[in-house]
């Protein structure tokens, strides 16, 4: 186990190593592991776990894990709670500089690009949000949505979570309140941080990552997400709960849908939204990719970049 204990005179020596990857990569896994080798800690930026109520349809960290090593920003919210990547990269700043005053490394992990890139260059400066323009948009139906945004930016439609309303809706309500593409006033100029970043990418090929979806999503039904989905229902209008996973089972539980249809549409979502994860961060070059059994070579870059 490497020691990275420190003082705090030395912040510009200080590294954020974030280890990205799509959903059902592994991780978790991959994380604990550099944790314990770094005697440090990890912070989540998987937006989806946020929320202490969501357990299995989020394939949250089991109790045993978040006892390994300590973990942020898992299970600290509501989701009756309000927030948004702007507070996110203000929260977790604010814990960096906490805990770089005892450690020389940190690990942030997760699948959420947009939070990583807050936290590692920091968010646009866009228009704030006009209410009537939003409660607008919010009675739209999310095909409506889509296909708003398909022609008012279609360059950020290519690579949005197409499933994510919030972040539909935040996209064309910017290109109408400007004028201008959404994407073209996410400008990506870098703000200052007073730490080194290393960004780790995992990844398997295509085939191999759609049958460990498959694999997981059978097995979170043998879990209990039939029932812990049914516990959300009456709460199934919040944005919380508008993910994968949960929104299957809603129509299902709405007579929409069989369950057995429910349980393909979610591994079918879960491919497609590992997919877009995959788009977001292939076009970041600044990621060194792995896959997750090279955890040496992995370790061997951390040390090389000490």
Same mark, same amino acid.
């Given at each position: 186990?490497?020691?990275?204990?420190?003082?705090? @005179?030395?912040?510009? %020596?200080?590294?954020?190593? !974030?280890?990205?990857?799509?959903?059902?990569?592994?991780?978790?896994?991959? +994380?604990? *592991?550099?944790?314990?080798?770094?005697?440090?800690?990890?912070?989540?930026?998987?937006?989806? /776990?946020?929320?202490?109520?969501?357990?299995?349809?989020? $394939?949250?960290?089991?109790?045993?894990?978040?006892?390994?090593?300590?973990? %942020?920003?898992?299970?600290?919210?509501?989701?009756?709670?309000?927030?948004? !990547? @702007?507070?996110?990269?203000?929260?977790?700043?604010?814990?960096?500089?906490?805990?770089?005053?005892?450690?020389? *490394?940190?690990?942030?992990?997760?699948?959420?690009?947009?939070?990583?890139?807050?936290?590692?260059?920091?968010?646009?400066?866009?228009?704030?949000?006009?209410?009537?323009?939003?409660?607008?948009?919010?009675?739209?139906?999310?095909?409506?949505?889509?296909?708003?945004?398909?022609?008012?930016?279609?360059?950020?439609? $290519?690579?949005?979570?197409? $499933?994510?309303?919030?972040?539909?809706?935040?996209?064309?309500?910017?290109?109408? *309140?400007?004028?201008?593409?959404? @994407? @073209?006033?996410?400008?990506?100029?870098?703000?200052?941080?007073?730490?080194?970043?290393?960004?780790?990418?995992?990844?398997?090929?295509?085939?191999?990552?759609? /049958?460990?979806?498959?694999?997981?999503?059978?097995?979170?039904?043998?879990?209990?997400?039939?029932?812990?989905?049914? +516990?959300?229902?009456?709460?199934?209008?919040?944005?919380?709960?508008?993910?994968?996973?949960?929104?299957?089972?809603?129509?299902?539980?709405?007579?929409?849908?069989?369950?057995?249809?429910?349980?393909?549409?979610?591994?079918?979502?879960? #491919? #497609?939204?590992?997919?877009? /994860?995959?788009?977001?961060?292939?076009?970041?070059?600044?990621? %060194?990719?792995?896959?997750?059994?090279?955890?040496? /070579?992995?370790?061997?870059?951390?040390?090389?970049?000490?």
């Amino acid at each position: 186990m490497m020691d990275l204990k420190k003082s705090n @005179s030395d912040p510009e %020596h200080s590294r954020l190593i !974030v280890v990205a990857g799509p959903t059902a990569v592994g991780k978790t896994a991959i +994380s604990i *592991q550099l944790a314990q080798y770094l005697n440090t800690e990890i912070l989540s930026a998987d937006s989806r /776990q946020f929320y202490r109520e969501l357990k299995i349809g989020v $394939a949250a960290p089991s109790e045993t894990e978040l006892n390994t090593v300590p973990h %942020h920003f898992i299970g600290n919210l509501s989701i009756h709670d309000y927030y948004n !990547v @702007s507070r996110y990269e203000t929260d977790a700043l604010a814990l960096l500089g906490r805990l770089f005053l005892t450690k020389t *490394q940190l690990l942030m992990v997760g699948g959420s690009g947009l939070y990583i890139n807050a936290v590692c260059h920091g968010i646009d400066e866009l228009p704030d949000p006009d209410p009537d323009l939003r409660k607008e948009l919010q009675s739209n139906k999310i095909e409506e949505l889509r296909n708003k945004l398909k022609l008012l930016d279609p360059e950020y439609y $290519a690579i949005v979570d197409l $499933a994510n309303p919030t972040r539909l809706i935040r996209a064309i309500e910017v290109c109408l *309140q400007t004028g201008k593409p959404y @994407s @073209s006033l996410r400008n990506g100029i870098p703000k200052p941080r007073n730490f080194n970043i290393l960004k780790i990418g995992l990844s398997r090929e295509r085939a191999e990552l759609n /049958q460990i979806i498959g694999l997981r999503v059978d097995q979170m039904i043998e879990q209990g997400l039939l029932e812990e989905a049914r +516990s959300f229902y009456p709460l199934r209008h919040h944005n919380a709960l508008n993910t994968v996973g949960y929104k299957e089972l809603f129509e299902y539980f709405d007579g929409k849908i069989t369950l057995e249809q429910a349980i393909t549409d979610i591994k079918t979502h879960t #491919r #497609r939204y590992a997919k877009r /994860q995959m788009t977001w961060f292939m076009r970041d070059k600044e990621i %060194h990719w792995f896959h997750p059994d090279d955890i040496d /070579q992995i370790k061997q870059l951390i040390i090389a970049g000490s």
